[in-house]
């Protein structure tokens, strides 16, 4: 009996040295943790009840009752100013009240509604950018009805995610999941505050992954300079038919096991209410983005170096390639890290790290993981040999000093452009020429009627076979004129004449 009981003590005293050590590694490192290892701990010393997998029985009801504790209503105040129409409103702000909602115009202050997913137990909450953007104060309401402001720790208009802090601890989370992991089909909750209602849950099923619908770019401003800024928005969308409406923006996408697997963002709609069309943001993406706001303020983000357009039939048959999966590079930027890898315009990326490239997101989301710095493996078609580069990835200096070099061309034409194939010269027995691959409402282009895929052949006389080419064709025109020699998609040889202001 003697003994017993001496094992029982011994057990005891195991148990509060281990409970101890666990308190004061908390307290001592956890402000410089990410928040998948606070999670790691928090669940070690929590851990959860959900036992359905996500392609297991219907049951939802264990992952909702993990899930709603956490997931928070975002209420934004707005002074006069802010309101729609005045001076100072965010255009991001307006097209996403257009295409998402969630602000109402009213006499005095503005006021806006969504939602948020508190992911640390110390009071770290996720949520949209669109959201809390230009907020004068945030209103968090948990779902125990207590009211706390909210600060803004940062918010990135390119990937659309924000992170927030609320005083206090002991908050209620949800376990960060795996975004990889998810498959097309598999059961997923929306969770969030919709039309300003309490605690909503919605079901559906995943309907695809890596969606890219355009939405994040249409904010992009100029600089203060006029010119305009460089398309660094990452798009890679979870796409859902979970019911999604007004309100739900910044809310919590999860598995049936009750793990966040996306930040809710947007939806395709033309009633403004859901249609069947739902997308939210990859938490894979989400889980870097957010730890470089707590450790930074902002995000730091690696780039490769590189313009490229992205293939499908089509585009490959503008371009005189074969491949019609990949990115085709239509530019390599001067001192980035492509440009020291070796990459070369006319490159086709199949690869980035061993994973294949399909559309423009898989690279995107990939590289939007990682910061300068960090190294990537592109593998990459070029004369019809498959190479691969180690591409160290430079900071965002590298693309604003890229962008500021061909300051006439983005400003004014409004295009993006690429090297034609030999296979295209020949075709049009041409020996120089550029493929505009995109044309931006209100350039010069579009005032012209200049469409894509048209080929670019001479600019006052200059053969014209890469962007620079373009930029000093037209600075040494005389008054900046610009005569425009080009043959359009249906093949026909046409001129244009136009003054770069």
């Known amino acids: 009996m003697k003994k017993i009981g001496v094992t029982f003590l011994a057990a005891c005293l195991g148990g509060a040295v281990a409970i101890g050590t666990y308190k004061f590694i908390e307290s001592k490192y956890g402000d410089g943790m990410s928040f998948e290892d606070k999670q790691k701990v928090y669940f070690t010393n929590n851990p959860g009840s959900v036992i359905n997998s996500s392609t297991g029985a219907l049951d939802f009801t264990q992952a909702a009752a993990t899930v709603t504790p956490a997931v928070v209503h975002i209420k934004t105040t707005y002074n006069t100013n802010a309101s729609r129409g005045y001076p100072g409103r965010d255009q991001m702000q307006d097209m996403f009240e257009d295409f998402f909602g969630g602000r109402r115009r009213q006499q005095g202050p503005a006021q806006g509604s969504g939602s948020g997913v508190i992911i640390s137990d110390d009071g770290y909450i996720v949520t949209n950018n669109h959201v809390v953007d230009n907020a004068d104060k945030i209103d968090v309401i948990l779902p125990d ?244 580069s180690s591409v160290t990835l430079k900071g965002e200096e590298s693309v604003k000093t890229a962008n500021n070099s061909s300051s006439v061309v983005t400003k004014n034409l409004g295009a993006s452009f690429a090297p034609v194939s030999e296979a295209v010269k020949k075709k049009y027995k041409i020996s120089s020429g550029v493929l505009v691959t995109s044309v931006k409402s209100g350039g010069f282009f579009d005032q012209l009627d200049l469409v894509q895929g048209t080929i670019i052949t001479s600019i006052n006389g200059r053969p014209i076979n890469k962007t620079d080419d373009i930029e000093s064709a037209i600075t040494a025109g005389r008054n900046n004129m610009a005569t425009v020699n080009a043959i359009s998609p249906d093949g026909m040889q046409i001129r244009y004449q136009f003054q770069v202001r």
């Not at 795996?178 to 209602?197: C, I, K, Q, T």
């Not at 796409?239 to 009750?258: C, E, F, H, P, W």
């Not at 894979?284 to 590189?306: P, Q």
């Open 145 to 388: 009805k207590r009211s706390l402001v909210a600060k803004v720790i940062g918010k990135d208009a390119n990937t659309d995610l924000a992170l927030l802090k609320i005083e206090g601890s002991g908050f209620p989370i949800v376990k960060l999941g795996n975004s990889d992991d998810v498959r097309v089909g598999e059961w997923v909750l929306a969770v969030g505050y919709p039309f300003a209602l309490n605690t909503t849950v919605t079901a559906g099923i995943v309907s695809a992954k890596g969606r890219q619908i355009g939405i994040l770019d249409q904010g992009i401003e100029p600089d203060e300079d006029g010119r305009p800024q460089a398309r660094t928005a990452i798009e890679s969308f979870i796409q859902t038919d979970a019911a999604i409406n007004r309100g739900n923006s910044g809310g919590a996408l999860v598995n049936t096991k009750g793990e966040l697997i996306g930040v809710n963002a947007a939806i395709a709609s033309q009633s403004g209410s859901y249609e069947g069309y739902g997308f939210a943001i990859p938490i894979n993406l989400a889980k870097k983005v957010l730890n470089d706001f707590k450790e930074y303020g902002s995000v730091r983000r690696g780039y490769i170096g590189i313009n490229f357009t992205g293939l499908d039939a089509e585009q490959s048959k503008r371009l005189g390639v074969n491949e019609i999966n990949g990115l085709y590079v239509n530019e390599v930027l001067p001192g980035g890290g492509a440009a020291q890898a070796g990459l070369k315009e006319g490159d086709i990326i199949t690869k980035v790290d061993g994973n294949q490239i399909i559309s423009p997101s898989d690279l995107q989301e990939r590289i939007g993981r990682l910061g300068p710095g960090d190294k990537v493996q592109l593998s990459y078609l070029r004369d019809g040999k498959t190479l691969t």
